[in-house]
């Protein structure tokens, strides 16, 4: 008997059993989502989910590192199905329970982030991206995740997006003489 058989038989069996409506619907639907996915070759929308609910049902949340599983679909396989990145899919349908485990930048909400961004820009009177991640307050996240938390791919999109501007290369620069006590 081969597989295909096996699960034709097997939605046989339990539409003949005396079950509840709703679970009998349930069983079914899995069976016969199996059924249409043979071989298992690829994934279809409805195996991703498939896949995905059986890891938060065993993991308990669907973490990132959940996507190199034999047992679940690969980045390649979601962004081709669902037109976004394995992050964003988690996102949008698994969101994680506890978001200070997603990012160090949970505390606050973006526009909070963006005028503390504004903030240092100023304090500093950067010069351009290198400079403000090297010169930056450590407790403050680099350009390239205030960028992020926007949407912006670029230093000039966040500084337009911002209405900043870099401060000219002509700021006076601050020289620093270490003399050695006298032994």
Known sequence: MTRKDALREAIQIVSNARIGKQRKADIIAGLELCQRELPFSHWSKEAIFDACDTWVSDHGELHMWAFVSPQMPS????????????????????????????SPYYKHSTSEWNDLFVLEFNRIRCTGQEDYNRRRNCELPTWNTIAAMNGCKSWNQILALLALQTYGKDRPEVKVRIIPPDE
Do not use: C, L, Q
């Open 75 to 102: 980045h390649p396989a979601i962004k081709n199905r669902f037109g976004m990145t394995a992050r964003e899919f988690r996102d949008k349908y698994y969101p994680m329970k506890d978001v200070s485990t997603r």
